[in-house]
């Protein structure tokens, strides 16, 4: 079995959803015998963000470039991002990588074409909802993406970065 890598700390919250899903899901399929090999390289929320914020996408890459730099280093065999805000720099990452990455954006979209769906919601920071990282792949495919309102949208972003990043779910 390959080792996997998640870049996570992007949302802490988020990170251990990953990684308590990949392990319950492969000791399932693997008769209750196995758990994955993985390694969890957490970088700062608030740093990349900031990056995200400022539109300095080369500082977001190469902060981001030395965490998948570590997960190669430590054995990891494909690589993953635990944050939909991170793609933004996704293919720029995937094409310095060693190793392959796995995108939020493509997988999501082909899972959405695959249900047969034809509309779907986005939700997720401003960043996400106002630019086209993530929607791109989904539009690619014929899908079409809905974000809310601006108004709805920013309070989408309060609850993502006050609350859910926190833990607090309500």
Same mark, same amino acid.
């Given at each position: 079995?390959?080792?996997?890598?998640?870049?996570?700390?992007?949302?802490?919250?988020?990170?251990?959803?990953?990684?308590?899903?990949?392990?319950?899901?492969?000791?399932?399929?693997?008769?209750?015998?196995?758990?994955?090999?993985?390694?969890?390289?957490?970088?700062?929320?608030?740093?990349?963000?900031?990056?995200?914020?400022?539109?300095?996408?080369?500082?977001?890459?190469?902060?981001?470039?030395?965490?998948?730099?570590?997960?190669?280093?430590?054995?990891?065999?494909?690589?993953?991002? @635990?944050?939909? !805000? &991170?793609?933004?720099? *996704?293919?720029?990452?995937?094409?310095? =990588?060693?190793?392959?990455? /796995?995108?939020? $954006?493509?997988?999501?979209?082909?899972?959405?074409?695959?249900?047969?769906?034809?509309?779907?919601?986005?939700?997720? @920071?401003?960043? !996400? &909802?106002?630019?086209? *990282?993530?929607?791109?792949?989904?539009? =690619?495919?014929?899908?079409? /993406?809905?974000? $809310?309102?601006?108004?709805?949208?920013?309070?989408?972003?309060?609850?993502?970065?006050?609350?859910?990043?926190?833990?607090?779910?309500?």
């Amino acid at each position: 079995m390959k080792k996997l890598g998640l870049v996570g700390g992007t949302g802490p919250e988020s990170t251990l959803v990953y990684y308590r899903e990949l392990n319950r899901r492969i000791h399932e399929r693997n008769g209750g015998k196995r758990f994955p090999e993985l390694a969890v390289e957490s970088v700062d929320l608030y740093k990349a963000l900031g990056f995200v914020a400022e539109r300095d996408y080369e500082g977001l890459e190469q902060y981001l470039s030395k965490a998948v730099a570590n997960l190669e280093a430590g054995g990891a065999d494909l690589i993953a991002l @635990t944050a939909g !805000t &991170m793609h933004v720099v *996704f293919d720029r990452l995937r094409s310095k =990588a060693g190793v392959p990455l /796995v995108g939020i $954006p493509e997988t999501a979209a082909e899972a959405a074409l695959a249900k047969g769906y034809r509309r779907v919601g986005l939700l997720g @920071t401003i960043f !996400t &909802m106002e630019q086209d *990282f993530l929607s791109g792949a989904f539009v =690619a495919k014929g899908i079409e /993406v809905v974000v $809310p309102p601006a108004d709805h949208r920013a309070l989408v972003h309060r609850r993502i970065s006050e609350e859910l990043e926190y833990g607090v779910v309500k």
